[in-house]
Each structure stands twice: as structure tokens, then as C-alpha cells.
């Protein structure tokens, strides 16, 4: 039996030296909660970006028994891995709430996870408790770095091509009408690789602040799950099952009963849908937000928020009683603040 790669309490790895001196050079400063912010006004999404993903981290998932061991741990089947997409899933509790959203993705016998830095040391210590003889190690990757990219890249113009793992962003679900045009790509690279991909393209693109990619995000209709978030939400109240994040037809997982039975045995009560803040508005994850004229009432909660200078405030939140028309809520913490609703891109049953 393999010896786990990592044993330490903590996961979490420090940005790598080279990525952050890089970021650095291009006048960026990394914030709270590892985001990349860079001094430029930028009110919408130009036509060419690329953003550095310095919120999320890579994981390594190696031995002979990762691809059995992992099938029994997530919501997602293992077997759908392909080689031009990543696998979108998430991992539960045995009350069947969602501890981690993730990507997956294959490359040399090994599996990589690409998920938001806060729930790292969590997640890899829950599924150490698993382990017990399966032939199976995990480790972090700083040594990789995570980009969106509106332009696809040919992975032969880098110098390790089995280090460059190129695919969608998001689940085909997500771009509704937008399905036949070319999708914004992941890119997950070498460090050395992205600071060339950037550099050769700098006169091109706009280099966005990591914030861009929690907006994207909620435009798709995503939910990443981060460690305030972490805990509070079945699979359907994010809407997993309705953008290939879960599957009904393998085997068990922690929370699998539960999850089958909400889909079986009724209508979901709650789902996500996405919002916009009338106003400028510090948004905290996790917070409450009620209908509005019924400010004594809890109906909902903020999965995520995009909160930057000069750009509407947007978020993710999953709410009781959810109606797909337009729908106004307030935010708990501020209740003169309003939330109204925008369409996702997919339908919600």
C-alpha cells in the first residue's frame, strides 16, 4: 500500500514564489481569501481576458486503487472523465450535504481536482478517514496554475504538453443559448507556462482580477462552494443535478440515500438562482436574505457574491419556495439593500 503523499493537519499551500512575484510584476496584490486584484477600472468583461484563478487549488489523486476509492467519495461518476472536458461534482456528508464543489480532470494515470482553496485542508482530511487500505495518495499542486481564458490555446505552444490541461469552464448546460460559440476554456498549467501564455498575449488580452472569475462563475449558474458555504446545501439546492454535477446511476457515496430520495420523492423545495444588488453592497457568504416585504422571514441564503469596485454586485442564492419569474429579495444583514432575480441559463426543472 502507497504511504499517503501528505500527512500534515494543514493542506494548504502558500502561492507558489514564481506565480505571486509574476502577478506581483503586473502591479497585482493578492487580497483576502488569496483573490488577485489588479489597479486597473473595469466595468464589464472586455472581449479578450485571461484570469488568473488564484482562489482555487490544485490536488493530485495518484495510486492503483484512486479511480474505485474516489467513485465511492463523490457525487460525479469517475468513468465520465474524458480527455477535452472537466468532470463537474461535489463531495457530501452522510446527511447528504455538499462539503466541496470541484472540477476533475485525468492526466498520466492520475487525478487532479481543481476547488477553492478554503476547503482544501478540510476536504483532504475527511477523505484520509477513508482511505484505510486502498492504495491511494493525495497531495496539493502549487506548482500549477489555474486560468480562464476566452480564447482557446492550443496546448503544443507550451513546452510541457503533459502538463496542460485545456477544457470548457463550465458544464455544457451552463451557456444555454451560447452553447454553439466557442466557450471561455480552464487552463490548468505549469506556473512557468502561464506567465508565458500571458506575457505572449499581453498586448491582446486584458489581464482581469481573480474577482472576474467568481462572476463568471455566477452568470453560469456555478456554485463553488467555499469554507463558509461549506456544510449548508444538498446537491439540488445548488442545482448540481441539473448541470451534470451529480449522478443517479453508480454506486454509493456519503450522502447518495439522501440525494436519490430528494429526487425521487418530490419537487426540490429550494434551488439556486442567480441575483443582482440594486446598489453597492458588502456581501458576506452565507448570510440570510428574505422576500422583500416579509423582511421577518428567512428565505434564503448567498451561496456566492462577486462584490468589485465599479461592477454590479451579483450572487448565487439558494432560496426556499423559488419561483422562476422575477423575484425580489433583501439582503438580511442590510434589508434596504434589494436583490433582484436574473435568469440562468438553464431551466430549473
Not at 19 to 40: C, D, M, N, Y
Not at 123 to 136: I, N, S
Not at 182 to 209: C, F, M, R
Not at 213 to 241: C, K, M, Y
Request: aromatic share 10%; net charge negative.
Amino acid at each position: 500500500m502507497s504511504e499517503l503523499a501528505t500527512t500534515r493537519d494543514n493542506y494548504t499551500s502558500p502561492m507558489n514564489r514564481s506565480w505571486l512575484a509574476f502577478l506581483q510584476s503586473k502591479s497585482g496584490e493578492i487580497g483576502e481569501s488569496q483573490r488577485t486584484v489588479f489597479p486597473h477600472f473595469q466595468q464589464e468583461i472586455p472581449d479578450q481576458y485571461v484570469i488568473p484563478c488564484t482562489q482555487e487549488s490544485v490536488i493530485c489523486f495518484e495510486g492503483e486503487d484512486v479511480e474505485s476509492f474516489l467513485q465511492s467519495q463523490f457525487t460525479c461518476n469517475i468513468n465520465d472523465l474524458q480527455d477535452n472536458k472537466f468532470l463537474f461534482g461535489a463531495y457530501c456528508n452522510p446527511k447528504g450535504r455538499v462539503l466541496a464543489t470541484f472540477r476533475l480532470f485525468t492526466m498520466n494515470g492520475a487525478i487532479y481536482m481543481v476547488c477553492h482553496h478554503s476547503i482544501v485542508t478540510s476536504l483532504l482530511e475527511r477523505l484520509k478517514m477513508f482511505v484505510l487500505r486502498a492504495d491511494v495518495a493525495f497531495r496539493t499542486r502549487p506548482d500549477l496554475a489555474v486560468m480562464c481564458h476566452n480564447k482557446f490555446t492550443e496546448p503544443g505552444r507550451f513546452s510541457l504538453l503533459s502538463w496542460c490541461k485545456t477544457g470548457p469552464a463550465w458544464p455544457k448546460e451552463c451557456y444555454g443559448d451560447l452553447e454553439s460559440t466557442q466557450p471561455a476554456q480552464l487552463i490548468v498549467l505549469p506556473v512557468s507556462d502561464a506567465i508565458q501564455l500571458i506575457e505572449e498575449s499581453e498586448e491582446d488580452i486584458t489581464l482581469l482580477d481573480s474577482d472576474y472569475w467568481n462572476l463568471l462563475q455566477i452568470r453560469h449558474g456555478v456554485a463553488s462552494i467555499t469554507e463558509s458555504a461549506s456544510g449548508l446545501f444538498t446537491p439540488q439546492n445548488l442545482n448540481l443535478d441539473l448541470i451534470s454535477g451529480v449522478s443517479f446511476s453508480k454506486g454509493c457515496y456519503p450522502g447518495q440515500e439522501i440525494v436519490a430520495r430528494l429526487r425521487y420523492l418530490g419537487r426540490v423545495k429550494q434551488r439556486l438562482l442567480r441575483g443582482r444588488f440594486q446598489d453597492e453592497c458588502e456581501v458576506r457568504v452565507g448570510g440570510s436574505v428574505t422576500l422583500l416585504d416579509t423582511t421577518d422571514s428567512k428565505a434564503g441564503v448567498i451561496v456566492n457574491a462577486s462584490v468589485m469596485e465599479g461592477v454590479t454586485t451579483e450572487c448565487l442564492l439558494s432560496v426556499y419556495g423559488f419561483l422562476e419569474a422575477e423575484t425580489i429579495y433583501c439582503y438580511s444583514a442590510q434589508p434596504s439593500k434589494q436583490i433582484t432575480t436574473l435568469p440562468l441559463p438553464y431551466p430549473l426543472q
